[in-house]
């Protein structure tokens, strides 16, 4: 079945501690997105890819950064996590074929940073 | 640029009862336009869209037209149950090169027994 996974769900670690989120999508989407949800639900976009060793940073300047090496993979890591890294991360793909313009999210993955 | 307005939350009501959920937005050219839900601990999921003008989106008793004339795709739903209870977001997509998805900021409904 054709879907989008994120991985892990919840995560709760220390700062200072380097991790990576991963997105991985089977809908052979070329584009995908990461956002980042805070509290108040707003969705902010940090990073999006259009294609493979395509990436381009978002509206909302992120620490982190993502990598497009394959198509259906785009993991966002984060090099030193911090408390103000606390949020919950969606990662979301669409299509750039048929006029189908909706994109596709994953379940998210809900950061803790103690 | 391109921005979309939606209602303030939170919205409270009971079981059986009208629901509306305003948006209106701002965009050049022809617009699609779309409304999401989050239920808890979930992702987003689209819940209807329209394409064009006097489009009506409908799924699973939701229905919003899209209003060029007043800019708006206002959420409608007969009568709402607790299992509607989520938050909801209207988006668009200006259909213009590679311009992304614009958000608004989220409606929270909570739907009482």
């Known amino acids: 079945e054709a879907d989008i996974y994120q991985t892990p769900r919840y995560l709760v670690i220390g700062t200072g501690k380097k991790i990576t989120l991963e997105c991985s999508q089977t809908?052979?989407?070329?584009?995908m997105y990461w956002y980042q949800q805070d509290p108040g639900m707003e969705l902010h976009l940090i990073h999006y890819s259009y294609g493979v060793n395509s990436t381009e940073k978002g509206d909302l300047s992120s620490e982190s950064t993502v990598s497009r090496i394959r198509t259906e993979h785009f993991p966002l890591t984060l090099e030193s996590a911090r408390p103000s890294h606390t949020s919950q991360y969606l990662c979301?793909?669409?299509?750039?074929?048929?006029?189908?313009?909706?994109?596709?999210f994953g379940p998210g993955t809900r950061l803790t940073v103690l | 640029g391109n921005s979309v307005t939606q209602m303030e939350g939170p919205v409270t009501l009971s079981e059986e009862a009208f629901l509306t959920i305003n948006c209106t937005y701002t965009a050049t050219g022809y617009p699609s336009l779309f409304w999401y839900v989050q239920y808890p601990g979930e992702g987003l999921q689209l819940l209807l869209k329209?394409?064009?003008?006097?489009d009506k989106g409908s799924n699973k008793g939701f229905e919003a037209t899209y209003r060029k004339e007043t800019t708006s795709f206002h959420l409608e739903k007969g009568s709402v149950q607790v299992s509607d209870s989520a938050v909801y977001f209207c988006?668009?997509?200006?259909?213009?090169?590679?311009?992304?998805?614009?958000f608004g900021t989220g409606t929270r409904l909570t739907i009482i027994p």
């Open positions: 979301a793909s669409s299509s750039s074929e048929g006029g189908r313009t909706e994109q596709f």
């Open positions: 809908m052979g989407h070329d584009k």
């Open positions: 988006a668009l997509d200006p259909n213009f090169g590679n311009e992304k998805l614009t």
């Open positions: 329209a394409t064009k003008a006097d």
